[in-house]
């Protein structure tokens, strides 16, 4: 199971899988100085580059675009303290505006590890009244998809990896699950090379700023989901005067660690399955008691299903998680359990393949690898088994459901890693910078909505504006309420800053 905090649109089917992830830091502290390469030390050949706007490329995962929908390559370096060396190519899409343009937006739909040129078409629909002043713009950060994508491991052993317990009982599954760690760090060694030393957060900020330039804007305009927010206000902190309209849903917790996000997300998730079981008539704590006890039972004798796979404790963890990203999956949520309580995995197996991307033919998805390398680069928090232990009571206590698996997980994600970790927690301090406007879900499992006043307290007084939505699911805009979505526009096309605290109801 790769770590609950993927974020991926998919509009269609109306699922959204989430991603925050420890973020870099950056120990310098200004007073509104931009704190990276100056432009004027950037070589002609990044700044004038002249991107080749063309036809996008189907892939194995995504069909093309239609016709409105423009690809290109930016060359940018594979080492930003050294922007004269090598370079790298980062593929980029875009649609035009439809009328008067105001610049470029860029989207940034979380993970880290998720696809921008995959996502950035399917969530047209959500977006579209943007493009009448906007060119539409995302794309594949390094280490991900098109842009150098990495592959850790082959089907076969991530298929065998998920009988893995990632709640171990025993000291032999417990040596089963970090061997497995280990071995996963060992295989992104071997296939990512040097690069697995330049995809932090802080690389890719700077990525930004140099779209920013090519596509021809003085400022940058941006709308970051999840990990994009921790992504926006890295950028923000770097280039505070550079900041045009930022907006940031799903925010994450700009002061947590590694450990804090895995508390985080505990609360988050129990807090939405709480009120999933609500929604049925349900006593919350009775009702998190029954889905620990089935998972129990699942860990002690996996449940068959209709592929002839069996159904894992992690398996169905997974499978639970999927459906609370989003209100309108709750009855999927149903479904599977009642069928996994008479006995069959098969629906709590289909929708944990769809959060790991496998497909009908048995091939998985990447999203998680290219997570995984670069969450690892960014944290340097490296908790020992020892201490992953010591946090289980605390952690069951939160959650009787996510609780030990988040604990474990904070071990066991950058397990042995093959490269130290660069930060504590992300620098997001923009004094100076314009307004940006957070959007908190009271109902976000993923990045819980506390963190949406943490990163405007952060960014500093006078920059973070928040609005909250008390909804459910994993984001705000385009999930149902038309305050948010007419109040996000208003900022984006026009301008109109909210007040600081309006609230969606």
Not at 270 to 278: C, E, H, I, N, T
Not at 372 to 382: F, G, H, N, P, T
Not at 441 to 448: K, R
Request: charged share 25%; glycine share 12%; aromatic share 6%.
């Amino acid at each position: 199971m790769s770590r609950l905090t993927r974020w991926a649109a998919a509009v269609a089917a109306a699922v959204l899988l989430t991603g925050c992830g420890a973020g870099p830091s950056d120990d310098s502290r200004g007073k509104g100085e931009d704190r990276s390469v100056p432009t004027s030390e950037l070589p002609s050949s990044l700044t004038s580059q002249r991107l080749d706007w063309g036809r996008c490329k189907a892939t194995a995962g995504s069909p093309a675009p239609g016709s409105g929908w423009q690809c290109a390559t930016l060359k940018a370096p594979l080492d930003w303290s050294r922007p004269d060396g090598e370079t790298i190519g980062l593929a980029l899409i875009r649609a035009r505006a439809t009328g008067e343009r105001t610049g470029s937006l860029l989207f940034n739909f979380g993970g880290p590890g998720g696809s921008g040129v995959d996502t950035m078409p399917s969530y047209d629909s959500v977006v579209g009244a943007l493009r009448q002043r906007y060119d539409l713009v995302s794309w594949d950060p390094r280490g991900v998809g098109r842009s150098k994508g990495v592959r850790c491991r082959g089907d076969r052993q991530i298929q065998a990896a998920e009988a893995i317990d990632a709640t171990p009982d025993t000291p032999a599954e417990e040596r089963a699950y970090f061997q497995d760690a280990a071995d996963f760090g060992q295989g992104c060694a071997k296939a990512v090379g040097k690069l697995l030393t330049h995809v932090s957060t802080t690389d890719t900020a700077r990525d930004m700023d140099l779209m920013r330039q090519v596509l021809g804007d003085a400022r940058m305009h941006y709308f970051g989901f999840s990990y994009g927010t921790e992504l926006g206000g890295v950028y923000a902190h770097l280039f505070p005067r550079r900041v045009g309209r930022l907006v940031l849903d799903a925010v994450v917790d700009p002061t947590a660690d590694s450990v804090g996000h895995a508390r985080n997300q505990a609360r988050g998730f129990q807090r939405a399955l709480d009120g999933y079981l609500k929604s049925t008539g349900q006593d919350p704590e009775r009702g998190s008691r029954k889905i620990a006890d089935l998972l129990e039972r699942i860990d002690a004798k996996p449940l068959p299903t209709s592929s002839g796979r069996r159904l894992t404790q992690t398996s169905a963890l997974t499978g639970i998680v999927l459906p609370l990203y989003s209100e309108s999956n709750w009855p999927a949520l149903t479904g599977a359990l009642t069928a996994a309580e008479q006995g069959d995995g098969s629906a709590l197996l289909a929708l944990a393949d769809a959060y790991n991307e496998r497909d009908s033919s048995g091939r998985y998805g990447t999203a998680s690898h290219s997570q995984r390398v670069i969450s690892c680069l960014d944290s340097k928090q490296r908790p020992t088994p020892e201490q992953a232990r010591k946090l289980l009571p605390e952690f069951e206590r939160i959650s009787p459901v996510f609780g030990a698996f988040l604990a474990w997980d904070t071990a066991g994600w950058c397990h042995d890693w093959p490269v130290a970790g660069q930060y504590d927690t992300p620098q997001v301090s923009a004094p100076g910078a314009a307004p940006i406007l957070l959007v908190g879900n009271t109902g976000d499992p993923a990045t819980p909505y506390e963190g949406a006043r943490r990163m405007a307290d952060e960014l500093g007084k006078g920059v973070g504006v928040e609005l909250t939505w008390k909804g459910e699911g994993h984001g705000a805009y385009g999930n149902g309420s038309d305050c948010v979505d007419s109040t996000v526009n208003a900022y984006l096309l026009h301008g109109r800053v909210p007040k600081d605290g309006k609230v969606c109801s």
